[in-house]
């Protein structure tokens, strides 16, 4: 019997984590469940699955939930989240939280020894230090559910750190790969969450349209497979059947390849060391045709650049950098700024901080509210270039 808690268990990934625990069975049992805005989902989703723990964003909305779930208990906030990230009978938490909000049930989670399945990539860009230590003193583990760092992981099974030469992680390039900064001048936020290949939730898929997403990977990935940031690199992959591979010293590549659909990686990271038959439609190479690969753009898509900079200063700067542009994708989906904004904005609050050092939660948290005030303020500014 494996226990699991699912943090935002009402966006995309707690829809891939329900349709792999359906088709798992009862081996697998619901213990906790957290959601933010969309309560009536959250309701149902209890309803289904029956945890004894639902957590809520907020407070205010407790005794509402409650009273539709008779016999759970409901807990509210950040503080609801770390408790449901470190529930005695839970085994294995899966965070699909968005944004740096996941920082603290993460770190609490591997401090009470649990296995965090980490579809949330930026508490890992932000303090990725600060999780491998919690994971090393809590004996929990971190395990990647997002694809590419997934695959990875899958591709370094069993094989010794030395012989690891750099690894690669492949991006479809986005809804604007092929444009210049002048053509992606006018992008409206529904064209940015027209992505491609992977359906996902708002913020990673404008991300993904920056290719900021596939900077923040490198971060975590560095973090994950104790590399250099310049030990990763990325290739543009438009049709995504080759979701990341590593290169060894003697040259030779492996590749993990699949369907685009979250199942497969959150599945593998709930079965594994074991693979189980999962509810996806065979990979048809035949049909695929052909895997195209090519340089990124560093030049028209700035944010991935800014990925690279922010890991080699280390300290603060990824932390500055991850709040920077939750404040700058919101902005955008709000009509507030434009989709070029996004990586100057980025760049602006790079630049205005040294990388003192993120070794404490304080320092981290400093470094979010600072990096979220600059944001802010560069918003508010009076634009030179003129109104939206
Ligand atoms: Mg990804």
Redesign the pocket.
């Known amino acids: 019997m494996k226990r699991v808690v699912v943090l935002g268990c009402t966006g995309s990934i707690g829809d891939s984590t329900f349709r792999v625990l359906e088709g798992l069975g009862p081996e697998y049992q619901v213990v906790g469940l957290s959601g933010g805005r969309q309560l009536d989902k959250l309701v149902a989703l209890a309803r289904t699955w029956k945890p004894a723990w639902v957590g809520v964003a907020d407070t205010a909305d407790v005794a509402a939930v409650a009273a539709r779930l008779p016999g759970v208990r409901v807990v509210a906030g950040e503080e609801g989240l770390c408790q449901l990230a470190t529930l005695p009978e839970a085994d294995l938490v899966i965070n699909g939280l968005v944004g740096g909000v996941g920082l603290r049930p993460s770190l609490a989670g591997l401090e009470a020894g649990k296995t965090m399945g980490m579809a949330n990539k930026e508490p890992i860009v932000m303090a990725g230090g600060l999780l491998l230590a919690a994971a090393r003193q809590g004996g929990g583990q971190l395990l990647p559910l997002?694809?590419?760092?997934n695959a990875l992981w899958q591709c370094l099974k069993g094989e010794e750190s030395g012989s690891l030469a750099r690894l690669i992680l492949t991006a479809s390039g986005g809804p604007f790969r092929g444009q210049t900064r002048a053509q992606q001048a006018r992008v409206t936020p529904e064209q940015a969450l027209r992505h491609p290949t992977?359906k996902m939730g708002a913020k990673?898929t404008v991300d993904s349209a920056t290719l900021m997403?596939?900077g923040f990977?490198v971060i975590e990935a560095s973090w994950l497979f104790g590399v250099e940031v310049d030990q990763v690199e990325v290739v543009i992959h438009p049709e995504s059947v080759v979701h990341s591979l590593a290169e060894f010293v003697d040259g030779a590549l492996l590749a993990h390849l699949g369907r685009t659909d979250m199942v497969m990686p959150i599945q593998y990271a709930l079965t594994h060391p074991q693979r189980r038959p999962a509810p996806l439609e065979r990979l048809d190479l035949a049909k695929v045709g052909q895997l195209r690969f090519s340089a990124p753009d560093r030049e028209n898509f700035p944010c991935l650049e800014l990925c690279y900079e922010a890991g080699r200063r280390g300290g603060i700067a990824p932390a500055l950098l991850s709040a920077a542009d939750e404040v700058a994708v919101a902005a955008f989906l709000a009509g507030r700024i434009r989709f070029l904004d996004i990586a100057d904005l980025n760049r602006h609050v790079l630049d205005s901080q040294p990388a003192s050092p993120a070794d404490t939660l304080a320092a981290v948290l400093a470094a979010d509210q600072l990096g979220r005030r600059l944001a802010a303020e560069w918003i508010e500014r009076p634009n030179p270039k003129g109104a939206l």
């Open positions: 997002d694809s590419e760092p992977w990673i997403n596939k990977e």
